[in-house]
């Protein structure tokens, strides 16, 4: 099986996120994709198969098949650009979130991705002592989003994932600014695998409709400040989110299966 991994939303090595991209050419079980990503132990590996009308995409973690993940579509559609199709300057993905599509503007691709707007959360004291510090708000979706009144804050914080996982309403946790050089900033922590996400594009379906409102803007660029970090550059549209970056190329080759 042909294998790449891609570090995606970056335009250099060891920054962005990087994850695991499997060209699967004949139907095999979910026991294997999983056995495969907890190999790989990358936070994120991404199966894709061509059909029709493009190509099948799921995606996996270690542990568990997760429901959509940005980085990891990025870094499907940036192998069937440059490796399978170089022809092809968009891309449609079937996933268990609906037809994701990828447009490829020169070195930068541009997902359009499902609106998951957040509600508005109750701060308990489970979740004050959870976090670790009172949030100015809560926001409730597939995952938590904390907002505070800092970058610094964001950039500093130092997670205690025992006192995380007790949160196990959400995937997620994710804390969240404006941004000093930027419209917001944000981390991300996976409680249930005790690491941190260094971008995460699916909890921009949230986060963009949230700092749209704020911001009262539909263009917005956002930084995930993980010690790798990483770039998106986002779009607010009526019926999707546009979550753009640039991808680059460090692994390729053969899973022995």
């Given at each position: ?29 979910d ?5 495969i ?13 061509k ?11 270690p542990?568990?098949?997760?429901d959509?993940?940005g ?13 399978i199709?170089?022809?092809?300057n ?14 490829r503007?020169a ?13 508005k ?5 489970d ?5 670790g ?22 950039l ?9 996982s ?21 981390r ?30 539909t263009?917005?660029v ?12 986002c ?20 899973l022995?299966?």
């Amino acid at each position: 099986m042909t294998y790449y991994i891609i570090d995606a939303f970056t335009d250099k090595l060891f920054s962005g996120n990087p994850a695991g991209v499997c060209i699967v050419d004949k139907l095999i079980s979910d026991d294997i994709m999983q056995k495969i990503a907890f190999e790989n132990n990358l936070s994120e590996t991404a199966f894709i198969q061509k059909n029709t009308d493009g190509y099948s995409l799921r995606w996996f973690t270690p542990t568990f098949e997760i429901d959509l993940c940005g980085h990891a579509t990025l870094a499907a559609a940036f192998v069937v650009f440059n490796f399978i199709e170089p022809n092809l300057n968009v891309v449609r993905f079937k996933t268990i979130s609906g037809i994701l599509t990828v447009e490829r503007k020169a070195d930068i691709y541009e997902m359009s991705f499902p609106i998951r707007i957040p509600e508005k959360a109750e701060v308990t004291d489970d979740i004050i002592k959870a976090l670790g510090f009172m949030p100015i708000e809560l926001y409730s979706q597939r995952d938590l989003y904390a907002v505070v009144d800092s970058e610094k804050i964001v950039l500093n914080y130092s997670p205690d994932y025992d006192k995380l996982s007790r949160l196990d309403k959400w995937m997620g946790i994710a804390i969240t600014s404006q941004g000093k050089d930027c419209d917001f900033v944000s981390r991300f922590f996976c409680p249930e695998l005790k690491l941190e996400d260094p971008v995460t594009g699916s909890s921009h379906s949230s986060l963009v409709p949230l700092w749209s409102e704020k911001l009262n803007k539909t263009e917005l660029v956002a930084k995930q400040l993980s010690k790798r970090g990483g770039t998106l550059y986002c779009k607010q549209c009526k019926d999707d989110i546009k979550i753009s970056g640039n991808a680059v190329l460090y692994l390729q080759g053969e899973l022995k299966i």
